[in-house]
């Protein structure tokens, strides 16, 4: 079983940035797309954005598209969230792992808390 570990989670008020990191195991890293979910109380988890194995083409949903970007550091081997002009709406535990996604891959997830 091959976990991603998620950081970088927190507190911060509307408007406000925070960073996500992804560590993901090297044997998906370079040949799969990776992408961020998010999940609150009572829902399913949905997709945020994703980001091909080559760097070259990324996807976003509807509700995070020109905030949120997504990104690769090749040589940590980790995928980044960077999220700006943060909303109470994107509250919520963020998770990532492989796009489509597979069980054995979910992490524990990082929480992001955003105050109005």
């Known amino acids: 079983q091959v976990q991603m570990v998620e950081s970088g989670g927190g507190l911060v008020q509307a408007g406000g940035s925070l960073r996500l990191s992804c560590a993901t195991p090297?044997?998906?890293?370079?040949?799969?797309?990776i992408a961020w979910y998010r999940q609150t109380p009572g829902k399913q988890r949905d997709l945020v954005a994703s980001?091909?194995?080559?760097?070259?083409?990324?996807h976003y949903a509807d509700s995070v598209k020109g905030r949120f970007t997504i990104s690769r550091d090749n040589a940590k081997r980790t995928v980044i969230l960077q999220m700006t002009s943060l909303k109470p709406e994107d509250t919520a535990v963020y998770y990532c792992?492989?796009?489509?996604?597979?069980?054995?891959?979910w992490g524990q997830g990082t929480r992001v808390t955003v105050s109005a």
């Open positions: 792992n492989r796009s489509p996604p597979l069980l054995g891959y």
């Open positions: 090297i044997s998906i890293f370079r040949t799969t797309t």
């Open positions: 980001i091909g194995s080559s760097n070259s083409s990324s």
